[in-house]
């Protein structure tokens, strides 16, 4: 049982670059987020999915797109990498609701040059 | 709007100090949920706790507590004779019926640092 994982764990990007982080979850949770972390930010929600074929934006969903086509995965895209996009990006799953605790993934640290 | 502030950005302790994280919150419902997590050096975030709105009784789990006030709107968290594998970026979360109950909403995080 691994819980939730990201696909990479580092990356450097050069502006307009295009990259998909992975984000997989085999605990069979319905609700996924995309997060990213920036310091003095806290958390901000990017995208989220409240089930496979859904995606819905977040606090910040600009620069970003999303896919949900299996359940156990949930997928960011960056078409047109920008510096505003260097950050650390943490994917969570939740069993049902928004209120049930939320398993992160380990992050992803990105940075565009 | 929902909103969630952690007004303390870094608090540096000694080893068996006690030490109280504050948190404070904004929503116009009443039925909401609270949370705080913790993220050690290692990044990854864990869940420490969740309490509904209808449940103000205080809780505690070993050296941790928290106290939630809703006259006050606040949940703080308390950390009792602090060690040092403490220290981390500790957040504090709300999820209420404006996102549908689908996402939180979190603070920006206090930073304790607990020294031996």
């Known amino acids: 049982n691994a819980g939730v994982t990201q696909t990479p764990k580092f990356r450097v990007l050069k502006t307009g670059q295009s990259m998909t982080l992975l984000c997989a979850q085999d605990?069979?949770?319905?609700?996924m987020y995309w997060y990213r972390q920036d310091p003095g930010m806290g958390l901000r929600l990017i995208h989220y999915?409240?089930?496979?074929?859904?995606?819905a934006k977040g606090e910040v969903p600009d620069g970003y797109n999303v896919s949900r086509l299996k359940k156990q995965n949930f997928l960011l895209g960056l078409e047109s990498a920008a510096p505003s996009q260097t950050s650390v990006y943490f994917c969570?799953?939740?069993?049902?609701?928004?209120?049930?605790?939320?398993?992160f993934g380990p992050g992803t640290r990105l940075t565009v040059t | 709007a929902q909103k969630v502030t952690q007004a303390q950005t870094e608090i540096s302790v000694v080893e068996k100090e006690d030490v109280t994280l504050d948190c404070v919150y904004e929503t116009r419902d009443t039925t909401y949920y609270l949370f705080w997590y913790k993220q050690p050096p290692s990044g990854e975030l864990v869940f420490l706790i969740r309490r509904n709105s209808f449940d103000e009784q205080n809780e505690i789990s070993g050296r941790y507590s928290w106290n939630f006030q809703k006259s006050t709107s606040s949940f703080n968290f308390t950390i009792t004779a602090s060690q040092v594998v403490d220290s981390a970026v500790y957040f504090c979360?709300?999820?209420?019926?404006?996102?549908?109950?689908?996402?939180?909403?979190f603070g920006k995080g206090t930073m304790l640092l607990v020294s031996p």
């Open positions: 979360a709300l999820s209420d019926p404006t996102s549908g109950y689908s996402t939180l909403t």
């Open positions: 999915s409240v089930g496979e074929g859904t995606t």
């Open positions: 969570a799953s939740s069993l049902r609701q928004g209120w049930d605790e939320q398993y």
């Open positions: 605990m069979n949770h319905e609700y």
